[in-house]
């Protein structure tokens, strides 16, 4: 008889052999068990949808974290006519403060150039209203502020809650972006999906590529197109089909994914005749982590 994890191949002439065989075959069995259990979690990482699952529940996280930094987000806009050519540049930069716990955007530069004395006396005055107004919320009602922020940070949680369940996920291949290794994952959206909050209405309208690193589970990159017509609200804003969006993340320090640049093909008609046609490039950067018990700003600058 042979027994599993024996040297032998003939009978056992005492109990303890016999245990002892049986002891080694379970010690092999374990082993194989184990690797079975390590190939079955390596498939399930390979599953695209639960790749997806792992990193919409990361950037939940970070939704929470983001609300801790301050930094500077530059916007350029070109015009473009019907034939794709240039019409005119008009860029801006906001730095982005944390008042009473919520975000506002202080405009410092237009066009490329420092704000003119007058410009800079006139955000100065609207920063110091808005404090002010910030200021009598707070002791109005000390929770009206952050309830206010805590449903924005809802409605967005709600669609990243979303994006698994809106379209068909498939890998194809891997790609470096950035020093990280990425899975390259296409998501076509799914027919007849029914959208559950209210920014998910936008989901069906897209197809897109993600690029997702493989050792933190983090959106490095995202590429999405518009499929179909996208409106936006009562003011007849439709962003066409072919529109394009790219964003990239990077990693502050150790704690958090933060959005780094964004890029827009504009293809939009504005109410019942006007059109616009326009590339819109977008930078994030100068991170500072603000203290947590500052009431206005107090920040930290991150290498």
Do not use: H
Request: charged share 30%.
């Amino acid at each position: 008889m042979i027994t599993l994890g024996s040297t032998t191949t003939g009978p056992r002439s005492t109990n303890s052999g016999r245990w002892a065989g049986t002891y080694a075959g379970w010690k092999q069995a374990a082993v194989l068990l184990s690797m079975a259990a390590c190939l079955a979690a390596m498939a399930a990482a390979q599953d695209p949808r639960e790749i997806i699952l792992r990193s919409t529940a990361l950037d939940q996280r970070d939704l929470e974290l983001r609300r801790n930094y301050t930094y500077v987000v530059k916007a350029e806009q070109r015009r473009l006519d019907s034939q794709g050519r240039l019409r005119s540049v008009e860029s801006e930069e906001w730095e982005v403060l944390v008042l009473y716990g919520s975000p506002y955007r202080r405009l410092i530069a237009k066009n490329g150039r420092p704000l003119s004395a007058e410009e800079e006396r006139k955000e100065q005055a609207k920063l110091e209203k808005e404090m002010a107004r910030r200021r009598k919320a707070a002791e109005r009602d000390p929770g009206e502020l952050s309830r206010e922020d805590a449903r924005e940070l809802e409605e967005q949680k709600a669609l990243l809650k979303e994006i698994a369940d809106a379209f068909s996920f498939r890998i194809e291949g891997e790609e470096e972006v950035d020093g990280f290794l990425c899975w390259r994952i296409r998501a076509e959206p799914l027919a007849g999906y029914r959208p559950k909050s209210r920014r998910g209405k936008l989901l069906p309208a897209f197809r897109g590529l993600l690029w997702i690193t493989q050792d933190e589970y983090r959106w490095a990159r995202v590429q999405a197109e518009a499929v179909r017509t996208v409106s936006f609200g009562w003011i007849l804003a439709r962003l066409q089909p072919g529109s394009q969006l790219w964003f990239e993340q990077k990693r502050v320090q150790d704690e958090i994914w933060l959005p780094s640049s964004a890029r827009m093909k504009i293809f939009a008609r504005l109410g019942l005749v006007r059109k616009l046609n326009a590339e819109v490039d977008v930078t994030f950067s100068n991170y500072r982590k603000f203290q947590a018990d500052s009431r206005i700003v107090e920040t930290q600058e991150l290498p």
